[in-house]
């Protein structure tokens, strides 16, 4: 099992900036393929970023709406995964969720290949 808290969500304006925590327990943090999801209301979750590890590099993926604005991170040592997001839009609020894919699916991109999940943090950016 896997235990996952968000946490850094809030309020902010157009163009700020806010960086998302995901603390991990219950598993060996390094072996897991950890994404970011958003869902807005009456939207899908969609596929926000990722980040794995294949032993000898990592390997980061983004969604092309985010791409050059928000960047994933961990840090092993604290069990953690990061999401910095920078120059934010109104189109990006949204709850924010990590998750934790023990099984390294091709497809990372599709939440429903994810087996662990936190509760979400809202980001709310206005104009």
């Known amino acids: 099992q896997v235990q996952l808290v968000e946490s850094g969500g809030g309020l902010v304006q157009a163009g700020g900036s806010l960086r998302l925590s995901c603390a991990a327990s219950?598993?060996?943090?390094?072996?897991?393929?950890m994404g970011w999801f958003r869902q807005a209301p009456g939207k899908e979750r969609e596929f926000v970023a990722l980040i794995s590890w294949n032993g000898s590099s990592q390997y980061y993926d983004y969604a092309d709406s985010v791409k050059g604005r928000f960047t994933i991170s961990r840090d092993n040592a604290k069990n953690t995964v990061y999401l910095q997001m920078n120059s934010l839009k109104p189109e990006d609020t949204s709850v924010y969720y990590c998750a934790a894919d023990p099984r390294y699916y091709s497809d990372y991109n599709d939440a429903r290949r994810y087996d662990f999940w936190g509760q979400g943090t809202q980001v709310t950016v206005s104009s």
């Open positions: 219950g598993r060996t943090f390094s072996s897991l393929r």
